[in-house]
């Protein structure tokens, strides 16, 4: 038998589900706390799918009631807030680090993941800050002015500023040593890089100009393949094809203006002013599921295989546990190849309420993985709540279920 390369890693967590032996695996993950958890898969490429498939084989079904009833262990990161209103307005999380852009003071803080202190306040953009990627080693941020801009996640320092766009930029997505941004001047741009902690080198490789509709643009999908563009007179989402710069689905039933998009696979999820969330089937164009319970408008979503988590008005962050969404998950291509039956929607009015925001605010940004929520709100506040380390001995939390008072009249929030 020949002997492995000493470069490469050797993933014992899916050898060991390869051989069958789940009840092995449950053992070493249930030594690991919360934050183990995140580095996890660094040496564990199947790792989420192997915490899913311990989930469904019930050998981790109780953390699934912890997501549902148990108390999660909870803590707050407060940022710079030079006014009474800074609202986080961009979020972006990975195994080390958390970004947090802030909207109304155009600065972002770099906080460690693990330790909740502070690395990094960068000076961002003039105006406002709309969307934050980690790269390896850099920070990519855009914002009101028009301008991507690329920090270094050692020191914080500005490596480049990037003037490919000529308005608002809205969203970048980095995947390997590639990002995509779009901005509101229609513009959908691919480009290369390489990057180390002290200098980022780019190449634009391709910039499409898209029609005056990208103007309404509100999710751009990781690929570069999709857009999804709210038609602001009739609340109708279309989704669009980039390269061929064509519309692939037209979703109509939004009786409100849509707040929020989040697409994965062939699963899209919209939330708008009426509180209500809708979940489509886009191979279809289907609503599948109406999501109800919201008091105000649903201003930010994220969703997992099974779980949707929603942040809006008066501090509430609600979690809707559906398993029905989890086959959506297994294919991504949403063209249609043969008449499919029509889905009948479904109305779902039961979801978790966790009240930690106060109700004079609302969550703006909203992250969900495995095991935690953050949620961002109006006073530059984002709130940690971790499912995985929370009080195993309380099957039903009760803590998180009343409204916080508003501070800007009670004078400081005490715990």
Not at 17 to 30: D, P
Not at 150 to 158: A, D, P, T
Not at 288 to 313: P, Q
Request: aromatic share 8%; net charge negative; hydrophobic share 40%.
């Amino acid at each position: 038998m020949g002997f492995a390369n000493i470069n490469e890693r050797f993933d014992l967590l899916s050898e060991l589900s390869s051989l069958g032996l789940n009840h092995v695996l449950e053992l070493i993950i249930l030594q690991l706390n919360s934050r183990d958890l995140q580095s996890v898969q660094l040496v564990s490429k199947n790792w989420f799918d192997l915490v899913n498939q311990l989930i469904i084989h019930g050998e981790l079904s109780y953390l699934t009631k912890w997501w549902e009833h148990g108390e999660p262990t909870v803590s707050e990161i407060q940022c710079e807030k030079p006014r009474s209103v800074c609202t986080i307005t961009a979020l972006d999380v990975d195994e080390k680090s958390i970004a947090i852009g802030l909207g109304s003071s155009g600065k972002i803080e770099i906080w460690d993941r693990h330790k909740q202190v502070k690395d990094h306040t960068l000076l961002g953009h003039k105006e406002g800050i709309y969307t934050v990627q980690f790269a390896r080693c850099t920070i990519l941020s855009g914002g009101d002015d028009g301008m991507v801009r690329v920090w270094s996640r050692k020191h914080g320092k500005l490596l480049k500023i990037l003037d490919h766009h000529s308005y608002i930029v809205w969203s970048i997505k980095v995947s390997d040593s590639s990002f995509i941004s779009a901005s509101y001047d229609c513009t959908v741009c691919f480009l290369t890089f390489k990057e180390t902690p002290e200098k980022f080198e780019c190449t634009l490789q391709k910039k499409i100009q898209g029609p005056w509709e990208w103007a309404d643009a509100m999710f751009l999908d990781p690929t570069g393949d999709k857009l999804v563009v709210h038609v602001e007179s009739t609340f109708v989402l279309q989704v669009w094809n980039i390269q061929e710069m064509s519309i692939v689905k037209s979703l109509e039933g939004h009786k409100g203006e849509v707040n929020t998009v989040k697409l994965k696979k062939s699963l899209l999820v919209s939330g708008d002013s009426d509180g209500k969330i809708r979940v489509w089937n886009l191979k279809t164009g289907d609503c599948i599921f109406i999501l109800e319970g919201h008091k105000g408008k649903v201003w930010c979503l994220d969703l997992d295989k099974t779980r949707i988590v929603s942040g809006g008005r008066f501090g509430e962050l609600r979690v809707w546990h559906i398993p029905e969404l989890a086959p959506f998950f297994m294919d991504d291509d949403i063209q249609e190849t043969e008449p499919a039956q029509e889905q009948k929607e479904v109305i779902i009015k039961e979801s978790r309420v966790l009240l930690k925001h106060p109700m004079s605010t609302s969550i703006s940004s909203v992250y969900m993985d495995r095991f935690c929520v953050m949620s961002g709100d109006g006073l530059a506040n984002l709130v940690v709540w971790d499912f995985w380390t929370g009080d195993k001995n309380n099957n039903h939390c009760n803590k998180y279920q009343t409204p916080v008072p508003d501070p800007l009249v009670l004078g400081p929030r005490r715990f």
